[in-house]
C-alpha cells in the first residue's frame, strides 16, 4: 500500500534509541506504525560510548526488557564485555554495564525490527508537521511526501538545527557524517512551543593497532558475565574483550591549554549546556584545575574492528592540539585518528510542555521522546520511546495511558522528573534521583514490570510464565529456609571459616542467613538444602532473590510502606480545570508554577521546585481532603 493514502496508527520520526523502542513498542501493541527516519543504514546508532548501561542505566535497561523492549536483548546479543558495577555495595545499587559491537548494535536492531509485525519502514528526513487545528495529522518530508497518521512521535535526538563543532570549525550536521533537521522545531515553535539549545560532546577515536597496552592497565569483563534480558533467547559471554586503564598527566594538560582560546567551549560560540556528568577533557582540567591526571578507558568498539573509544577524552578542540596532546597520554604515543572528537548544539524542547504519557499539552496525539525532551544517554532516550510508543497505541486505541510510578520504575521517575521538573542541563540518570532505590532493583525489573506489560499485550506469555515461575520458585525456596533447622555440626565448621560466634544448639537456618558476613552460597554444602537446590532446578536468578529477601527484606518492607503513603496522594486528582490563579491562598510562586506544569495529582504537585508543604496543606483542602 502506498504511504500517500494511508493513514498510519503511529509516525516515529526518527531512528535512533528512542525511535526504534517506540517503532517496536507500538507496532507490537497491534498499532499499524511507520518509521521515518534519515538514513535506515543507522538505526539506533550509537553516537557517543558503544556501551549500555551503567548506574542506574543498567536498572532502566532491564526495565526495558522487563516491558518487553528491545534494547536488553541487542546488548546481549551484540555484547563484547560484561560488568556488574557496584557488586560490592548493596544489591539496590548493582548496576550492570556492556560494551557493545557497535556496527553489530545497529545492524541486530535492524534485523528485530524487520521481523516486527504492523512496522512499516521509510527513509527520508521529516521538514514539517501537519496540523488540523491543535491536533496533529501526519508529517511533510523533504522529498515533498505528506504522510498521514493518527498520532506522531518525534524522537529527533541531537539532529534538530544540529551545529557540530570542532575548534574554530562550525558546520550543520546531526552527528558526525550526517545532516541535521530542519522545519520541525520552527513548526513546533510557531504552534506556540518553547525550544531551547543543549550541547554534547564526544572523544576522539583512533585506531588501536597505534597503541602501546604495555604502558596500560588491562581491564578485563566480569569473571562470570551476567546479561541483561531476563528471556533465554540470549545468552552470558562466553569469552569478552578487554578494556585498558590509562591517565593524563600535567603535559596533556599544558598542551589541551594551548587549544583553549580557539575552542568553541571557551570563546563563546557554544552557549548552550552540557551534559554536567559527561564534561570534555578540556572543561575537566579547566573546572579541576588542581588534579594531576584523568581517567582515559581505552575501549574497542567490537569485535572485528581495530577502531577504539577514547573515553574520557570527549573534546571540541581543534584537530592539531587534539593530535598534540593525546599523543602524550602513556601508551597512545603513535597514535592514528580515525576521527576527531567533536561537540553538537541542538534544540530540545523543555518537557514540561508534556503530560505523562509523553502527550504534549499543548498539540493532541503528539508524542516527544528521547534527546529531543532534554535528556541525554541511550537507556534514557529508549525508555522513552518504549513508553511513548505504548502511550501512542493506546490512544489511537482510546484506552487509558500507561503511566509507571515513582515507585514502580526508574522510568517512572525519569518522565516524572522531566515532566514536573523540567530540566536545563542534559538530564541523566543517577540512583540518587529514585526515592525508593530499594524497590528498584536491576534484579526485580521483571517481577515489577511483566504483568503490567502483558497486560497490554506488549509482553509475551513466555516473559509472563517466567516471572510466574520466578515468583513461585523464590517464595518456595524463602518457606524451605524458614522451615529448615540446622544443626551446629552443620554451622558452625561454616560460621568459623568467618571467624563468627558459634552456636550451642539447632537453629532455623532463615535466623542466621540474615547476618551480613553470610552470603547464601557458604550454606550450600548443607545437604537438605543442596538437595532441594538439585530437585527444584533452583538456578542463580532464584538465589539472588532469596538472598536479597534474607538481608534485605526490612528494609523493603519499610520503603513499600512509604510507597504506599505517597501513592495514597497520588490517588488524589487535581481537575485539568482547576484555575490556580483564583487560590489567592496560594504563593505567588506555587501559582505561577502550578498553572505552568498542571500537575495532575496532589503528589506530583508537591514534587514541583517553589511549591511549598503549606501550599500543599491549601490544595488539598481545596480537593476536599
Ligand atoms: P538519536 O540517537 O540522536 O537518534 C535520532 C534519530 O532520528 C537519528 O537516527 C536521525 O537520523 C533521526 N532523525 C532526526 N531528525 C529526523 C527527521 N527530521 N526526519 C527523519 N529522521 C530524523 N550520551 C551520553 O549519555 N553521554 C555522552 O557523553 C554523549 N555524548 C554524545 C556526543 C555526541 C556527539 C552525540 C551526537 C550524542 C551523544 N550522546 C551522549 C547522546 C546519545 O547519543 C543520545 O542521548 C541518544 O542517542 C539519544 O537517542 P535519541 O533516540 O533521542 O536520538
Given at each position: 500500500?502506498?504511504?500517500?493514502?494511508?493513514?498510519?496508527?503511529v509516525?516515529?520520526v526518527g531512528?535512533g534509541?528512542?525511535?526504534?523502542?517506540?517503532?517496536?513498542?507500538?507496532?507490537?501493541?497491534?498499532?499499524h506504525t511507520?518509521?521515518?527516519?534519515?538514513n535506515?543504514?543507522?538505526?539506533?546508532?550509537?553516537?557517543?560510548?558503544?556501551?549500555m548501561?551503567?548506574i542506574a542505566?543498567?536498572?532502566?535497561?532491564?526495565?526495558i526488557?522487563?516491558?518487553?523492549?528491545?534494547?536488553g536483548?541487542?546488548t546481549?546479543?551484540?555484547?563484547?564485555?560484561?560488568?556488574?558495577?557496584?557488586?560490592?555495595?548493596g544489591?539496590?545499587?548493582?548496576?550492570?554495564?556492556?560494551?557493545s559491537d557497535?556496527?553489530?548494535?545497529?545492524?541486530?536492531?535492524?534485523?528485530?525490527l524487520?521481523?516486527?509485525?504492523?512496522?512499516?519502514?521509510?527513509?527520508?528526513s521529516?521538514?514539517?508537521?501537519?496540523?488540523?487545528?491543535?491536533?496533529?495529522?501526519?508529517?511533510?518530508?523533504?522529498?515533498?511526501?505528506?504522510i498521514?497518521?493518527?498520532t506522531?512521535?518525534?524522537?529527533?535526538?541531537?539532529?534538530l538545527?544540529?551545529?557540530?563543532?570542532i575548534?574554530?570549525k562550525?558546520f550543520?550536521?546531526?552527528r558526525?557524517?550526517?545532516?541535521?533537521s530542519?522545519?520541525?522545531?520552527?513548526d513546533?515553535?510557531?504552534?506556540?512551543?518553547?525550544?531551547?539549545?543543549?550541547?554534547?560532546?564526544?572523544?576522539?577515536?583512533?585506531?588501536?593497532r597505534?597503541?602501546?597496552?604495555?604502558k596500560?592497565?588491562?581491564?578485563?569483563?566480569?569473571?562470570?558475565?551476567?546479561?541483561?534480558?531476563y528471556?533465554p533467547?540470549?545468552?552470558?559471554?562466553?569469552?569478552?574483550?578487554?578494556?585498558?586503564?590509562?591517565?593524563?598527566?600535567?603535559?596533556?594538560?599544558?598542551?589541551?591549554?594551548e587549544g583553549f582560546?580557539?575552542?568553541?567551549?571557551?570563546?563563546?560560540?557554544?552557549k548552550?549546556?552540557?551534559?554536567?556528568y559527561?564534561?570534555?577533557?578540556?572543561?575537566?582540567?579547566?573546572?579541576?584545575?588542581?588534579k594531576?591526571?584523568?581517567q582515559?578507558?581505552?575501549?574497542?568498539e567490537?569485535?572485528n574492528?581495530?577502531?577504539?573509544y577514547?573515553?574520557?577524552?570527549?573534546?571540541?578542540?581543534?584537530?592539531?592540539?587534539?593530535?598534540?596532546?593525546?599523543?602524550?597520554?602513556?601508551g597512545?604515543?603513535?597514535?592514528?585518528?580515525?576521527?576527531?572528537?567533536?561537540?553538537?548544539e541542538?534544540?530540545?524542547?523543555?518537557p514540561?510542555q508534556?503530560k505523562h504519557?509523553?502527550?504534549t499539552?499543548?498539540?493532541?496525539n503528539?508524542?516527544?521522546?528521547?534527546?529531543?525532551?532534554?535528556?541525554?544517554?541511550?537507556?534514557?532516550?529508549?525508555?522513552?520511546?518504549?513508553?511513548?510508543?505504548?502511550?501512542?497505541a493506546?490512544?489511537?486505541?482510546?484506552?487509558?495511558?500507561?503511566?509507571?510510578?515513582?515507585?514502580?520504575?526508574?522510568?517512572?521517575?525519569?518522565?516524572?522528573?522531566?515532566?514536573?521538573?523540567?530540566?536545563?542541563?542534559?538530564?541523566r540518570?543517577?540512583?540518587?534521583?529514585?526515592?525508593y532505590?530499594?524497590?528498584?532493583?536491576q534484579d526485580?525489573?521483571d517481577?515489577?514490570?511483566?504483568e503490567?506489560?502483558?497486560?497490554?499485550g506488549?509482553?509475551?506469555e513466555?516473559?509472563?510464565?517466567?516471572?510466574e515461575?520466578?515468583?513461585?520458585?523464590?517464595?518456595?525456596?524463602?518457606?524451605?529456609i524458614?522451615?529448615?533447622?540446622?544443626?551446629?555440626?552443620?554451622?558452625n565448621?561454616?560460621?568459623?571459616?568467618?571467624n563468627?560466634?558459634t552456636?550451642?544448639q539447632s537453629?532455623?537456618?532463615?535466623?542466621?542467613?540474615?547476618?551480613?558476613?553470610?552470603?547464601?552460597s557458604?550454606?550450600k554444602?548443607?545437604?537438605k538444602?543442596?538437595?532441594?537446590i538439585?530437585e527444584?532446578?533452583?538456578?542463580d536468578?532464584?538465589?539472588e532473590q532469596?538472598?536479597?529477601?534474607?538481608?534485605?527484606?526490612?528494609?523493603?518492607?519499610?520503603?513499600?510502606?512509604n510507597?504506599d503513603?505517597?501513592?495514597?496522594?497520588e490517588n488524589v486528582p487535581?481537575?485539568?480545570t482547576?484555575?490556580y490563579?483564583k487560590?489567592?491562598?496560594?504563593?505567588?510562586e506555587a501559582r505561577?508554577?502550578?498553572?505552568k506544569?498542571?500537575?495532575?495529582?496532589?503528589s506530583?504537585?508537591?514534587?514541583?521546585?517553589?511549591?511549598?508543604?503549606?501550599?500543599?496543606?491549601?490544595?488539598?483542602?481545596?480537593m476536599?481532603?
Open positions: 500500500m502506498s504511504l500517500f493514502n494511508t493513514t498510519y496508527d509516525i516515529v531512528g534509541h528512542a525511535g526504534s523502542e517506540a517503532a517496536a513498542a507500538s507496532a507490537n501493541m497491534g498499532a511507520l518509521l521515518i527516519t534519515m535506515l543504514q543507522n538505526i539506533a546508532q550509537m553516537s557517543c560510548n558503544p556501551a548501561g551503567g542505566k543498567g536498572q532502566i535497561v532491564r526495565e526488557d522487563a516491558l518487553g523492549g528491545y534494547s536483548i541487542v546481549d546479543k551484540t555484547a563484547i564485555q560484561f560488568k556488574m558495577l557496584n557488586k560490592s555495595k544489591p539496590a545499587m548493582w548496576s550492570p554495564r556492556a560494551q557497535r556496527m553489530q548494535f545497529a545492524e541486530c536492531w535492524r534485523t528485530l524487520e521481523q516486527t509485525e504492523n512496522l512499516d519502514f521509510y527513509q527520508d521529516v521538514n514539517g508537521l501537519l496540523f488540523e487545528g491543535n491536533t496533529i495529522v501526519g508529517v511533510k518530508t523533504a522529498l515533498g511526501l505528506e498521514k497518521a493518527k506522531v512521535i518525534v524522537t529527533a535526538g541531537t539532529f538545527n544540529g551545529l557540530i563543532h575548534g574554530e562550525t550543520g550536521g546531526g558526525a557524517g550526517e545532516g541535521a530542519t522545519g520541525i522545531t520552527e513546533l515553535v510557531a504552534k506556540g512551543f518553547e525550544a531551547g539549545r543543549m550541547k554534547t560532546g564526544t572523544p576522539p577515536r583512533v585506531d588501536g597505534s597503541l602501546d597496552y604495555t596500560m592497565t588491562e581491564q578485563p569483563g566480569d569473571a562470570t558475565p551476567e546479561k541483561f534480558s528471556l533467547v540470549t545468552k552470558p559471554l562466553t569469552k569478552q574483550r578487554s578494556c585498558y586503564l590509562t591517565y593524563t598527566n600535567p603535559e596533556v594538560h599544558d598542551l589541551l591549554r582560546e580557539r575552542s568553541p567551549m571557551f570563546n563563546g560560540r557554544i548552550s549546556t552540557g551534559p554536567r559527561c564534561p570534555s577533557i578540556e572543561d575537566k582540567i579547566n573546572r579541576f584545575a588542581e594531576e591526571r584523568h582515559i578507558f581505552v575501549e574497542p567490537g569485535w574492528t581495530v577502531e577504539i577514547v573515553n574520557g577524552f570527549s573534546t571540541s578542540l581543534p584537530e592539531d592540539i587534539q593530535d598534540k596532546a593525546i599523543r602524550a597520554i602513556p597512545f604515543e603513535n597514535v592514528k585518528f580515525f576521527r576527531y572528537g567533536y561537540a553538537i541542538y534544540d530540545y524542547f523543555p514540561t508534556l504519557n509523553l502527550e499539552k499543548l498539540i493532541e503528539l508524542f516527544f521522546a528521547g534527546q529531543i525532551n532534554g535528556t541525554t544517554g541511550y537507556e534514557e532516550a529508549a525508555a522513552q520511546g518504549l513508553m511513548a510508543g505504548v502511550n501512542a493506546l490512544k489511537t486505541q482510546n484506552k487509558e495511558p500507561f503511566i509507571l510510578k515513582r515507585s514502580e520504575a526508574y522510568i517512572g521517575v525519569l518522565i516524572d522528573d522531566l515532566i514536573t521538573k523540567g530540566t536545563e542541563e542534559p538530564y540518570m543517577f540512583t540518587s534521583r529514585a526515592e532505590r530499594t524497590l528498584l532493583r526485580n525489573a517481577l515489577r514490570l511483566t503490567k506489560a502483558y497486560k497490554l506488549l509482553a509475551s513466555e516473559r509472563m510464565n517466567r516471572v515461575e520466578k515468583k513461585k520458585k523464590t517464595q518456595n525456596l524463602i518457606d524451605f524458614k522451615d529448615l533447622s540446622v544443626s551446629k555440626e552443620d554451622i565448621p561454616i560460621l568459623e571459616r568467618k563468627l560466634a552456636i550451642n537453629m532455623k537456618l532463615y535466623k542466621i542467613a540474615a547476618r551480613p558476613q553470610l552470603s547464601f557458604d550454606f554444602s548443607i545437604d538444602l543442596k538437595n532441594y538439585q527444584h532446578s533452583i538456578d536468578e532464584i538465589i532469596v538472598e536479597i529477601h534474607l538481608k534485605y527484606s526490612g528494609y523493603i518492607e519499610k520503603e513499600k510502606n510507597a503513603k505517597l501513592n495514597r496522594l487535581i481537575p485539568s482547576f484555575d490563579s487560590v489567592k491562598s496560594l504563593s505567588y505561577e508554577k502550578l498553572s506544569i498542571q500537575p495532575t495529582s496532589i506530583q504537585a508537591s514534587r514541583i521546585s517553589g511549591v511549598s508543604p503549606s501550599d500543599i496543606s491549601v490544595l488539598l483542602v481545596y476536599g481532603r
